[in-house]
């Protein structure tokens, strides 16, 4: 059996994410080169009600190289069943959710408020490693709830106590949000805390940040995000593909999503009526895409950047109201070409330019 630490020597994790990490949008990153992908968060809870939709998250597609699970929960017995029922079902990591921000599961004692509480996490773990039989079992942390209480070195001690096999350090705190770039130093001092393998995480939208994050930090492997659903060609790129595809290399790309989607969930009107809001959720990332500057320099995750088109297809690419999103949606899932002249408007800015309001207007909303 190939050691943990091998799988993850020098990969780039796609990151767990909610929608995100659907199953056809693995399918598509594992072409462009991912061979670590991660589940959406799957409520333990959920699991144990036989929720289907829940089932759904778990399930590994043919021929995923390496598929880790991410669950969340705060009972250790019912992580240990969920860690079992997850292995059956052919997870090959089984990682717990120490970093959700948001209320409604933090309110529950999940996510972000569990990393609050190591022992309780060294519980988890061990419970979770005595359910499984030989997957491994990982925690994924932020560095703590807000700046004055981090405690992601105490934690980190914590899941290794119990058994985990590797550590996931999304660098930055729950109160943080967004809002700060990651810490990687921060990362660092978790590497040379714990003896097993650590997955840094934050802010890796470039080949050269990709490079930068493991010189600074020294981890196993690092993982990523945004910066994967704004541009899922980062594996071709890390793989000396192209830094800056062209819009018809994209729309090739965006089309592949949706064929790997109606396989997926079927191309009948059931389907489509179950795939167009996943594209038009894609779309948000994907237009966001902002290509190296022409000085050399390069746009960074943390900082937006409005883009200067090089062409009509890629101003259309680039637009962000949900006219042009739902237009190209439409178009993927019909197959047909795309025709930039056809495209409405945006709803909010009058086709006459007389008729138009300022930004500062638009601002004020
Ligand atoms: C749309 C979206 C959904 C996410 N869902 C999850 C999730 O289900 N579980 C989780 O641990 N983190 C989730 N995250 C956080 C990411 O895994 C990651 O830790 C964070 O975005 C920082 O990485 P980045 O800077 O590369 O985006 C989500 C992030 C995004 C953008």
Redesign the pocket.
């Known amino acids: 059996m190939t050691l943990l630490r091998d799988t993850l020597q020098g990969a780039v994790v796609m ?7 659907n199953l056809p949008y693995r399918q598509l990153c594992i072409e462009l080169g991912a061979r670590v992908t ?4 799957t409520v333990a809870r959920r699991l144990k009600q036989k929720r289907k939709g829940e089932f759904a998250l778990i399930r590994k597609a043919e021929g995923e190289p390496f598929f880790g699970v ?1 669950l ?1 929960g705060n009972n250790p017995e019912e992580m240990q069943w969920a860690a079992a029922l997850v292995e059956s079902r052919g997870a090959d990591l089984v ?1 717990v ?1 120490l ?2 921000p948001i209320d409604f599961f933090t309110r529950k004692g999940l ?1 972000a408020a569990l990393g609050r509480q190591p022992s309780r996490v060294r519980r988890i773990v061990e419970a979770m490693k005595q359910g499984v039989r030989h997957t491994p079992v990982t925690v ?1 942390i ?1 560095l703590g709830w807000k700046e004055d209480s981090k405690n992601y070195l105490e934690l980190a001690a914590a899941a290794v106590d119990g058994g985990a096999d590797a550590i ?1 350090v ?1 660098g ?1 705190t729950r109160e943080q949000r ?1 809002t700060k770039s ?1 810490d990687w130093d921060a990362i660092a001092e978790v590497v040379a805390a714990v003896p097993v393998p650590v997955i840094g ?5 470039y080949r050269h940040e990709v490079a930068a994050a493991f010189a600074r930090s020294g981890c196993t492997a690092v ?7 704004i541009k899922p060609w980062l594996y071709r790129e890390l793989a000396g593909g192209t830094e800056d595809p062209s819009a018809e290399d994209r729309v090739a790309l965006y089309r592949r999503y949706a064929h790997l989607a109606k396989a997926h969930w079927g191309s009948d009107d059931v389907g489509l009526e179950r795939i167009r809001p996943f594209l038009l959720w894609h779309f948000g ?1 994907w237009c966001r895409y902002v290509p190296p500057r022409t000085d050399g320099t390069y746009p960074t ?1 943390q900082h937006r950047e409005t883009i200067t088109p090089r062409s009509p297809l890629e101003a259309l690419l680039a637009r962000t109201d949900a006219e042009a999103h739902g237009y190209l949606t439409d178009v993927l899932l019909r197959d047909e070409a795309i025709d930039v002249e056809a495209v409405p408007p945006p709803a909010d800015i009058p086709a006459d330019p007389r008729g138009r309001r300022d930004a500062e207007d638009e601002s004020a909303g």
Request: net charge positive.
């Open positions: 990151a767990p994410m909610t929608k995100g990490s991660m589940s959406e968060m991410q969340a990682d959710n970093g959700c996510g994924k932020r996931f999304h930055r967004y990651a995480n934050g802010d890796l939208l993982m990523a995000a945004r910066g994967i659903l990332f995750l």
